[in-house]
């Protein structure tokens, strides 16, 4: 797997609800990460969209993290690929039809899909395995995740990585969006990376 293409990029951030975050471990941290990472993907114009499970038993998403998605699924499956999140995809970055053809049905061009959420060892990797089984390329923030146990963190990580997702740390996922310190939006995005993104 190559290097993530910002210009056919999407963040997904995985049910992090207001009546969960505070089970998981190190949630604030991992909340924390999922923001920055929110923020910068917002500066450069890359489509960030949300899930929530079960948003009448869960509640909704924690609000600052609500506000920073263009949308936000509301899914009963762990795996929201069962509930539209491929549509959803598709919605964020439209492709025109192949050959201007009006009746054609228009094709996603996200081929990148950066995820993070919670839990990491439920919604986020049923989640991130149906992206996989779609033909997506998944690439998946570790310290954007969370779980209640760190021992399941680290198996969920393991298991994504046996699947074929690529586990990253929010710096390769931003300096990979920026390629260049001469992006235009270089000095802004930079303020973000001092904050850490690890």
Not at 33 to 61: D, F, K, M
Not at 71 to 81: E, N, R
Not at 146 to 151: K, Q, W
Request: aromatic letters at 4%; hydrophobic letters at 45%; charged letters at 20%.
């Amino acid at each position: 797997m190559n290097a993530i293409d910002p210009d056919r990029s999407v963040l997904v951030l995985v049910d992090y609800q207001q009546r969960l975050m505070p089970a998981i471990d190190r949630g604030e941290q991992v909340l924390a990460q999922a923001l920055r990472l929110a923020e910068v993907a917002g500066e450069l114009g890359i489509p960030v969209l949300g899930t929530e499970q079960n948003p009448a038993g869960l509640g909704a998403n924690v609000p600052s993290l609500r506000q920073r998605c263009a949308s936000t699924l509301a899914k009963m499956h762990f795996d929201a690929c069962e509930d539209g999140l491929l549509a959803f995809l598709g919605s964020a970055r439209p492709r025109p039809p192949e050959g201007g053809n009006p009746g054609a049905q228009p094709l996603a061009s996200v081929a990148d899909v950066v995820i993070a959420g919670c839990e990491a060892h439920v919604c986020l990797l049923q989640t991130a395995l149906g992206l996989l089984r779609a033909g997506q390329r998944v690439w998946v923030v570790a310290a954007a995740c969370g779980s209640r146990s760190p021992a399941d963190h680290a198996l969920a990580m393991q298991r994504l990585q046996q699947a074929g997702a690529v586990i990253v740390s929010g710096e390769m996922v931003v300096f990979e969006w920026l390629r260049s310190c001469r992006h235009a939006r270089f000095k802004p995005v930079l303020e973000q990376v001092r904050q850490r993104l690890d």
